[in-house]
């Protein structure tokens, strides 16, 4: 399975700390943990400082679907919250038994959006003793990015990441030309987004410059329920497309994306299930492997030749080879519909897929600010 995948640049989860759970040995070294209440999903870390990034000591991740009526009703549903509060729940006990004094607990697009958002957030404080704090889509962006920052390439001078959840999908075009190779993660940490999109485009820090920012208010499940009722599958894919690009025209670099030698090193880095899907796909994996697709990178050709694929006619069996149930394969379409769209605007062969988003950014700006992690280059 893996000698599919032998030309592509992988770098092991586990050399850069990021391994399968398991409980740590080292009693002195204070537990953090992070939590991620997103659209689709809750998950959540816990980890231990170890060298420059982390060791995984316990870990969670569930489908709740909080965001499943939003495009429809404007808010959240009691069925979808009912399962939220189940998945907190096991959070807070997983909390409570590994003793973890630090973290920070977030919740994103669905609960910025929900008519019912802060009464829901409430009552999470009221069952489960969980105080989520609703980030902002700044905050959401500057997290994906501070997560990718072990992957940036030395060579790159343009960056962009992208990071396509479940209701929201966030773009951050940095320009590092200026900052010393061995100094981009730790600028990249300290990295700072103005809450109103236009701040930062004149602003550096180190030498790393912001271009610009956008959250774009659409994510693999509010895309899809907003055209679920177009049967077929391309059309659909092709609205998705339309309507995604619509909405992210006064980005910048959009707008910009013409002008000549823009992709002299420049590297896209995707972070989302959707980008690990492609990968994982792409390698011909039957079992998800963190290890192998984590920091590898693809090509616009590849992803194109997996994201055709899955418009085809063996559609449901090729997404249940990846261990994919139905109930998410609709996303997987959706989210390929952002990310071909991004594809079509910057071409690429340097796509290098993220396993990590806001739990791996939360962890590490933490980690950061107490001084426990040491400052190599990872």
Known sequence: MRAQGQSHNRKSARGRGLDRPGRTTVQDRPLYAALDL????????????????????????????????????????????????????????????????RFRLVATEACRRASNGDDFLKQVTRQTGLKLELIDPAEEARLAVVSCAPLVDPAASQVLVIDIGGGSTELVWLDIGDVPPGERRAAIMKLKLARKRGNDVASAIGGLRVVDWISVPLGVATLHERFSDVEDRRSRFALMSWYFEEQMAEFTPYIDAELPDYLLGFQMIGTSGTVTTVGAAHLGLTRYDRTVVDGMSLTGDEINTVIDGFLGQGFQNRIGKLGIGLDRADLVISGSAILQTLLRIWPTDRLSVADRGLREGMLYAMMSADGVLTQEEG
């Open 38 to 101: 997103g659209t689709n999903s809750c998950r959540m870390l816990i980890a231990a400082p170890q060298d420059s990034s982390f060791r995984i000591v316990d870990a969670f991740s569930k489908s709740v679907k909080l965001g499943k009526e939003l495009e429809r009703t404007g808010a959240l549903s009691q069925a979808d919250i009912g399962r939220t509060l189940g998945a907190l729940q096991v959070c807070a006990t997983k909390l409570r038994r590994h003793g973890v004094k």
